[in-house]
């Protein structure tokens, strides 16, 4: 035991892990469902292991009774906490009964047992079942499950097979949080899938009456990553039905119970006239995401929560590749790669910095981060190019094998590589436990015929963490000639300590492309001159490198124009237009290519230059180079948008999509010339959602006053719509004018902070989508902020406590600016009645 204060120190530690003394191997459920007053009587198959009391979980719950083996316990056989059930002196195997009474209705935390416009279900990852009865609720206890719903409601679902009305009985050992409930007035879409052994599965995706017309794309996904997952993985689903059903109060994008997916409406429902390009994609992503954590989370999941990524890390990993092989590689791993930079950089560069498995936590709800995630996943993918396709196919065929029906570490999914490639990996595993993005130094050098490459990696100080041991950085990298023709090939060198270089014999300097395809997480600290990165984005052979070499004169220029007025050079003016107007290229590509640096990623890297970001200045630089993008571009982008029209009924696909991506980015660009003439016309014969909202957009931004009215008696009664018009306004109102619009929204009828997406919308709006508006000056984006997380913590403080991230920079900033975010932060630590969510995110960032 340690020997902090007990009442406050919560904090939980990897070290502490051990096996419960008893545990679970078979639940018996019967849940009578009432909005205030469900009753759940629980019998669960006990088991001793080894010494010590059973300590059950248990919140919010009235019990009424707790039998063993039939026989009510006497008062002296238990006790009871807030928080725990525990039974003295238990026998070797025994029945255990509670009856326990619960209130969905009053669940606005949306963990546990909750409703939803007039619907139950249920959130159990991570530690919700707790809130529906006692039990062990943590990952490494295992059972079965026999669940009997009891309500005059047509649709009752739980997990596994039904075999009578409300009856269902899950046959796979699963831990409490993979367990999920659902019962209401719902419809379902049907549709059916063959497994590669030939058995039939039903697929239902199951929503509220009204919306069952805008299901067909998740269902078409689900069917593509079954399939996917078959070919690829050579992973067969294991039971006869899988249930897909969309709430609208979810806290998470979507979750993975075992035949019984639960999603944010968000994410299931889309239709061209509702749903954007990006809604498709990532309805796309979510559905495959959750469908493989069917064996990577479900079939093998995780011994605790420190484990996360192992089933996290994997699964984005996973989605990632199901994504490219549905999408294209190349814009794919690029916009995979700026979500990792824009959310996972930023986390491992402040306050908030921890280790893929985390040795710590207070509330294990505030681990659900781009850490564990995004990072979890480039950890998998430089462990598949290190020990190559092969070993990687290899290494996972073992961990399937050897791992199926357990609760596994990190540990665990390594050996399964050391085995099967002989690789030590004792290195490697760094990478899990070392917070903080490496930085990756690169010089060169080239002398009589012999060019050199110094490289050396540092890995930055992270809070509790200094001084760190290298890693070992798989760096993809290829030569190419200064007239762009490529002179070596991709290779990989292995740079395993601090200092390292390479050679070559060579006649001329070659012009370097390294990190190819983004072969590592890390922050390249590498000055190329303009010259070089002119080539590279003309003439690379690998795509995300040219993108890359654009996204580097890009940055250069706004940065020079933050710090020293530059202006933006004719050079790099010609490269743009030439890019846009390149019909040679994939639209898609010419998008990500044309779109400027974000406004956090400049303040990210000006900081990182010991730089103090501006957010005003940044706002400006932006806009002036778009500008001059503009004006190059001019006599262009009318014929430019044209050519790239996708004519005709809307279809998702990634191509239409690409166009469709390529004529928003041109559209801004005219919205900078013409004040939106252009965009009123586009916003008039819009006939899908995607190009609708890049109109609106533009005409917000070039402050046209009737539009928000219009599209407000357009879609006031679409909720997935009406997300969009609530965020749309606060990101693109002028700076000064954003934390007015943000809370003269609040007092909109439809805004309702208990709805995660509502909320989420415009805080989001604000804090992400303007940062210039949130960083006002005078504070009031930071007050506006504090105000609204501690009004909703009394409700939700998991959602509360992730959009505190929104101050996780605060240190960056100018004295003032700091001054006052500290002020709004330690307003919110001293509120009484704070949750440990949110309380554990303040005191980390004031760290
Ligand atoms: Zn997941």
Not at 32 to 58: F, H, K, Y
Not at 183 to 198: E, K, R, V, Y
Not at 401 to 413: K, L, N, S, V, Y
Request: hydrophobic fraction near 40%.
């Amino acid at each position: 035991m340690r020997d902090a204060t007990p009442e406050q120190d919560q904090t939980i530690y990897l070290a502490d892990y051990a096996p419960v003394p008893v545990t679970v191997t078979h639940v018996d459920l019967q849940v009578r469902l009432d909005p205030l007053a469900t009753r759940v009587s629980s019998r669960l198959t006990c088991i001793r292991q080894g010494p010590g009391d059973m300590v059950l979980n248990g919140e919010l719950l009235k019990l009424r009774a707790v039998r063993l083996d039939g026989e009510e316990l006497s008062p002296d056989a238990y006790s009871l906490t807030d928080t725990t059930l525990t039974i003295l002196n238990a026998p070797d195997s025994f029945l255990l009964e509670t009856e326990v009474e619960i209130a969905p209705q009053t669940n606005k935390a949306l963990s546990g047992l909750y409703m939803s416009n007039g619907m139950y279900c249920t959130q159990c990852e991570a530690e919700g079942f707790r809130r529906i009865t006692y039990m062990l609720d943590r990952p490494d206890v295992m059972a079965t499950y026999d669940v009997q719903i009891d309500a005059d409601l047509p649709v009752m679902l739980s997990n596994g097979d039904e075999t009578a009305h409300g009856h269902w009985r899950d046959p796979w050992p699963k831990p409490t949080y993979l367990f999920a409930l659902v019962a209401g007035d719902l419809i379902a879409t049907h549709d059916s899938f063959t497994t590669m052994d030939g058995r039939d599965v039903a697929l239902n995706v199951w929503v509220r009456p009204g919306d069952e017309g805008r299901t067909a794309y998740a269902l078409d996904s689900l069917k593509r990553s079954m399939a996917w997952d078959e070919k690829v993985y050579g992973r067969v689903y294991d039971l006869s039905v899988f249930n897909i059903v969309a709430v609208d109060d979810f806290n998470m994008g979507a979750m993975e119970n075992k035949g019984l997916n639960i999603f944010n409406s968000k994410y299931v429902l889309a239709s061209p006239e509702t749903a954007t390009d990006a809604d498709f994609a990532n309805i796309e992503r979510i559905v495959a995401h959750e469908y493989f954590h069917n064996w990577t989370g479900n079939r093998i999941t995780c011994r605790d929560w420190f484990q996360l990524c192992l089933k996290e890390g994997l699964t984005v990993f996973r989605d990632q590749q199901f994504s490219q092989d549905a999408r294209g590689f190349a814009t794919q791993r690029i916009g995979d790669v700026l979500n990792l930079r824009a959310r996972q950089f930023r986390e491992d560069a402040g306050p908030l910095a921890h280790p893929v498995r985390p040795e710590s936590f207070v509330e294990i709800n505030n681990f659900y981060t781009a850490t564990i995630y995004e990072k979890g996943a480039e950890l998998i993918g430089m462990l598949r190019t290190l020990v190559g396709a092969e070993g990687y196919a290899a290494g996972c065929a073992l961990y399937f094998e050897r791992h199926d029906g357990q609760a596994c570490t990190i540990e665990d999914w390594l050996a399964c590589f050391e085995a099967a490639t002989g690789r030590d990996l004792t290195q490697f595993k760094l990478w899990y436990t070392q917070a903080g993005t490496p930085v990756v130094k690169v010089t060169e050098h080239f002398n009589d015929g012999t060019y050199r490459i110094d490289l050396e990696q540092v890995i930055p100080d992270t809070p509790g963490q200094a001084n760190k041991k290298p890693m070992p950085i798989p760096l993809a990298f290829g030569l190419l000639a200064q007239d762009g023709s490529e002179v070596v090939g991709t290779q990989i060198h292995e740079l395993t300590s601090e200092t390292d270089h390479l050679s070559f014999d060579l006649d001329a300097k070659p012009v370097l492309s390294i990190l190819r395809g983004f072969s590592a997480p890390v922050i390249l600290d590498f000055v190329q001159p303009d010259a070089e990165r002119l080539t590279l984005l003309a003439h690379d052979t690998d795509p995300f490198n040219r993108w890359e070499a654009g996204r580097a004169l890009a940055k250069d220029r706004l940065m020079r124009a933050v710090t020293d007025d530059a202006d933006f050079d004719a050079p790099w003016l010609d490269a743009m237009t030439t890019l846009a107007t390149d019909t040679d290229a994939d639209p898609a590509f010419r998008a990500l290519a044309l779109a400027l640096p974000s406004e956090d990623d400049l303040a990210q890297s000006l900081h990182n230059a010991d730089v103090v970001p501006d957010p005003d200045r940044i706002y400006a630089v932006r806009r002036a180079a778009q500008l001059a993008m503009a004006e190059h571009l001019r006599d262009d982008l009318s014929d430019l948008r044209e050519s790239n029209a996708t004519p005709g009924s809307y279809d998702p696909k990634a191509e239409d999509a690409g166009k469709r991506a390529l004529s928003a980015t041109l559209l801004r660009l005219q919205t900078m010339l013409d004040g939106g003439k252009a965009a009123r016309a586009a916003y008039d014969v819009a006939n899908n959602m995607t190009d609708r909202m890049a109109a609106f957009a533009c005409l917000l931004d070039a402050g046209d006053e009737t539009v928000a009215h219009s599209f407000e008696q357009d879609w006031q009664d679409d909720r997935l719509v009406m997300d969009k018009w609530f965020m749309a306004q606060v990101a693109h109102a002028a700076p000064r004018d954003a934390v007015g619009v943000a809370d003269r929204l609040t007092r909109h009828r439809d805004f309702d902070a208990s709805n995660p997406n509502r909320f989420r919308s415009l805080i989001a709006g604000l804090t992400g989508g303007n940062p210039a508006g949130f960083h006002n000056p005078d504070g009031t984006g930071y007050e506006f902020l504090a105000s609204w997380l501690l009004h909703l913590d009394k409700s939700n403080p998991q959602t509360s406590a992730r959009l505190s991230t929104a101050f996780d920079g605060w240190t960056r900033y100018d004295a003032d600016r700091q001054a006052m975010m500290k002020a709004q932060l330690e307003r919110i630590l001293g509120t009484t009645g704070l949750s440990r969510d949110l309380s554990e995110m303040v005191i980390r960032m004031l760290k």
